[in-house]
């Protein structure tokens, strides 16, 4: 006999759920027939905020957009605005924001790890993963100043040079950190409970990810090579030699595999970028803040984040405020129409785990 | 073919079936095209169509207050061509409809819902719940450019005064290191 | 049954000394402070050395930690989940934002002063707050819980109209059980 369809809520308050944000899951038995995700508990309205502020006060708000990766998003809004007024970076600047961004990518992915097996009931992963993350945060630290705001990478360039000796300091948690990758290998690649409970699970498909503007790992986990990094190079990516990993499974350990292999393409990148770092300024000077206005026009910057892309629009009407900023994560397209799609004829065991894989960013949809 | 002549092309091809889009070329890889509002829809669909691109990237609005209207963008990206074409229409601000599009792309259905919600802005036939980011929400779309937020802020919500008791830390400062201020940094009193 | 006074003091220090070493906190993450949550718990900083572990709902919790701003929507669920929680009970506001609202100060969403809407024990501030200062947070709790001084639960029940009305004001759909303490 069939069982009458129960509804369940998952979240907002949940130990499982990637944030704060709420799915109503239509249950038959532990299937899964239906999903809605509910939204909006996060929502600041920063679009607003920042038809009051100038723009340089905008930018100590747009790190704050998500918080696992926070420098993809003040990047996006430096080039916005060096596009719209037409200024220029130096080259020393450029390499620096590569580094940046990498290391901001390198130490999303730890989180990653973490989240991706505790969702799973594998809490040793994230005890090795998210401590070892703080290695990586202390680099931050020295550089900028905080462990999650940076507020580094402003138009014009970067806030300020590296200290002496950092690229060193890179190299030498780099050499550990691909040290401890091989570790996380063994322990979540080679784990049986992490396979079974893995493979076939969440489901997203060519067809599927094509009708749903799917963005980053997982459109490479259904084995499209598509990286804005590549495709629509920014800074210096079109200069720097990296592989995009893509893999057939279309599973979540099809995308697993690709975070994997991600992982270390970014410590390869940030190796290249110390390698190949030109001297110079690292800023051209803006003008007074308060007296700084941009010629009226728009741009639209995309940048790679762990979660796929993160598209900024910005909008100017020549006076001291930006007119619109509309900002885009990947989870904006992964965490609502996709997710309730993928959800459908799964476990409710299984969702905490999808929505990992999926990069459910709560922040980034409601900002 | 170069950046250029795909330019071109793609000119030629949507000159040539909706002749009164109105083209803006910029440097780089992208192309603005202005159309009237009804025929977003096909020519969102040519687009993925016919000439690849199929993913849209973004749907943004942006209020002129001043001019009475609303100006909705729709970016769609190609990845054969490696090219980001714009589409723009102006609606009227009063009376704000548009076309659905989320039968082309799934996740367009997002976008309408938070232009919606925040715009005011109806997308005729859109099947989704009426609340999206806001709940029980009274005021007026709060995205317009005519909505106060501070205003909003200062009405609903309390607001701890600053402290009285707070002290000009730099005296403090002096007395402890025995230092002068200088003359340039007095004017920035606290 | 204890009737003599002596006798329930060495009692309440006694149950204020177990209750300091327990603190399990609501695994909730309300903003985006949440995201330091993982580091203090994991391998460096570890904060289950002094008894602060995760709790999966509010039946097992002791402190709510609010990580952050709170939008009127959230805001909702929190008061929801603060009264599911069983004495003894104490919040933690976490960041400036919920201090004074922070960098949200004029933001239509959110609100700005937790303690009229909750009964708030400890702060601790910073954008984003470090671990080490999570740490010093959770180590004044416990002070506090050992003094017994910690009583935002006791606060919220005698002056529960008050904080109704205050939460009333912002929440207009008001559609949540009344609880009687």
């Given at each position: 006999?069939?069982?009458?369809?129960?509804?369940?809520?998952?979240?907002?308050?949940?130990?499982?759920?990637?944030?704060?944000?709420?799915?109503?899951?239509?249950?038959?038995?532990?299937?899964?027939?239906?999903?809605?995700?509910?939204?909006?508990?996060?929502?600041?309205?920063?679009?607003?905020?920042?038809?009051?502020?100038?723009?340089?006060?905008?930018?100590?708000?747009?790190?704050?957009?998500?918080?696992?990766?926070?420098?993809?998003?003040?990047?996006?809004?430096?080039?916005?605005?060096?596009?719209?007024?037409?200024?220029?970076?130096?080259?020393?600047?450029?390499?620096?924001?590569?580094?940046?961004?990498?290391?901001?990518?390198?130490?999303?992915?730890?989180?990653?790890?973490?989240?991706?097996?505790?969702?799973?009931?594998?809490?040793?992963?994230?005890?090795?993963?998210?401590?070892?993350?703080?290695?990586?945060?202390?680099?931050?630290?020295?550089?900028?100043?905080?462990?999650?705001?940076?507020?580094?990478?402003?138009?014009?360039?970067?806030?300020?040079?590296?200290?002496?000796?950092?690229?060193?300091?890179?190299?030498?948690?780099?050499?550990?950190?691909?040290?401890?990758?091989?570790?996380?290998?063994?322990?979540?690649?080679?784990?049986?409970?992490?396979?079974?409970?893995?493979?076939?699970?969440?489901?997203?498909?060519?067809?599927?990810?094509?009708?749903?503007?799917v963005v980053g790992p997982v459109l490479r986990g259904c084995g499209i090579k598509s990286d804005i990094r590549i495709d629509d190079p920014y800074e210096v990516y079109d200069k720097l030699d990296f592989e995009v990993p893509t893999s057939d499974g279309a599973d979540i350990w099809a995308r697993a595999l690709v975070r994997r292999r991600e992982a270390r393409q970014s410590i390869r990148i940030i190796r290249q970028v110390i390698d190949m770092m030109p001297g110079g300024s690292v800023y051209n000077k803006i003008p007074n803040p308060q007296k700084w206005t941009l010629?009226?026009?728009?741009?639209?910057?995309?940048?790679?984040?762990?979660?796929?892309?993160?598209?900024?629009?910005?909008?100017?009407?020549?006076?001291?405020?930006?007119?619109?900023?509309?900002?885009?994560?990947?989870?904006?397209?992964?965490?609502?129409t996709l997710l309730e799609d993928v959800l459908i004829g799964e476990n409710i065991a299984d969702v905490s785990a999808i929505m990992n894989s999926l990069g459910t960013c709560p922040p980034e949809i409601e900002r | 073919m170069n950046m250029q002549?795909?330019?071109?092309?793609?000119?030629?091809?949507?000159?040539?079936?909706?002749?009164?889009?109105?083209?803006?070329?910029?440097?780089?890889?992208?192309?603005?095209?202005?159309?009237?509002?009804?025929?977003?829809?096909?020519?969102?669909?040519?687009?993925k169509d016919r000439l690849g691109y199929i993913h849209l990237s973004h749907i943004a609005c942006v209020d002129w207050l001043e001019e009475g209207e609303f100006e909705i963008i729709f970016i769609v990206w190609s990845p054969e061509e490696k090219m980001k074409v714009f589409i723009r229409t102006r609606i009227d601000r009063e009376k704000p409809v548009m076309p659905n599009i989320d039968m082309i792309w799934r996740q367009a259905n997002t976008y309408e819902r938070e232009l919606r919600e925040m715009f005011g802005v109806e997308f005729i036939g859109l099947e989704a719940p009426d609340e999206f980011l806001l709940e029980d929400w009274g005021g007026p779309p709060p995205m317009r450019r005519d909505f106060d937020t501070e205003a909003y802020a200062d009405d609903t919500f309390w607001h701890r005064p600053g402290r009285e008791d707070a002290l000009d830390v730099r005296e403090e400062i002096i007395r402890r290191s025995r230092e002068e201020i200088p003359d340039f940094a007095k004017k920035y009193s606290r | 049954m204890i009737n003599d006074k002596n006798s329930q003091k060495i009692v309440d220090i006694i149950q204020n000394w177990s209750r300091k070493h327990s603190i399990w906190v609501l695994a909730y993450g309300t903003g985006c402070g949440a995201i330091e949550i993982p580091p203090t718990m994991t391998s460096r900083y570890d904060a289950e050395r002094l008894g602060v572990r995760g709790a999966a709902t509010p039946r097992q919790a002791d402190v709510l930690l609010i990580t952050g701003y709170l939008t009127t929507k959230t805001l909702k669920r929190v008061i929801r989940v603060y009264e599911q929680m069983q004495d003894p009970k104490y919040v933690i506001g976490f960041g400036s934002c919920t201090i004074n609202g922070g960098m949200y100060y004029d933001s239509y969403n959110t609100i700005k002063v937790l303690d009229k809407y909750l009964p708030v024990d400890v702060y601790i501030n910073g954008c984003m707050p470090r671990p080490e200062a999570v740490l010093a947070g959770f180590g004044k709790l416990q002070q506090l819980i050992a003094e017994g001084k910690a009583n935002g639960a006791t606060k919220y029940k005698e002056n529960l109209e008050w904080y109704r009305g205050n939460q009333k004001k912002i929440i207009p759909n008001w559609v949540m059980p009344e609880y009687n303490w």
């Open positions: 006999m069939r069982e009458k369809a129960t509804t369940l809520y998952l979240g907002p308050q949940h130990p499982g759920i990637t944030g704060n944000m709420m799915i109503r899951l239509k249950v038959e038995g532990d299937t899964i027939v239906g999903a809605t995700t509910e939204v909006g508990y996060l929502h600041r309205a920063f679009e607003k905020l920042q038809e009051k502020r100038n723009w340089l006060q905008s930018f100590t708000l747009m790190c704050r957009f998500c918080v696992p990766e926070t420098d993809p998003m003040e990047e996006s809004y430096a080039r916005a605005v060096e596009a719209i007024e037409g200024r220029e970076v130096p080259e020393r600047a450029k390499y620096i924001r590569v580094m940046v961004l990498e290391l901001a990518r390198l130490a999303s992915f730890m989180l990653w790890y973490g989240g991706q097996n505790g969702s799973l009931g594998l809490y040793t992963m994230g005890q090795w993963s998210v401590g070892d993350r703080n290695y990586i945060l202390d680099l931050f630290e020295e550089l900028t100043g905080g462990r999650v705001y940076h507020m580094y990478i402003w138009p014009g360039g970067v806030r300020r040079d590296l200290p002496k000796g950092f690229e060193q300091r890179v190299l030498k948690t780099l050499n550990y950190l691909e040290k401890r990758l091989d570790d996380y290998d063994d322990l979540m690649f080679d784990n049986a409970i992490f396979k079974k409970r893995v493979q076939g699970v969440g489901i997203v498909n060519k067809e599927k990810a094509i009708e749903h503007g010629p009226k026009g728009d741009a639209y910057v995309r940048t790679e984040s762990v979660r796929g892309e993160i598209g900024m629009y910005i909008a100017s009407d020549g006076g001291l405020n930006p007119r619109r900023v509309h900002l885009r994560g990947a989870a904006y397209v992964h965490a609502i | 002549e795909i330019k071109e092309n793609l000119i030629t091809h949507v000159k040539a079936n909706f002749p009164e889009a109105a083209e803006k070329e910029f440097d780089g890889n992208r192309l603005d095209f202005n159309v009237d509002k009804q025929c977003i829809p096909s020519i969102l669909t040519y687009l | -």
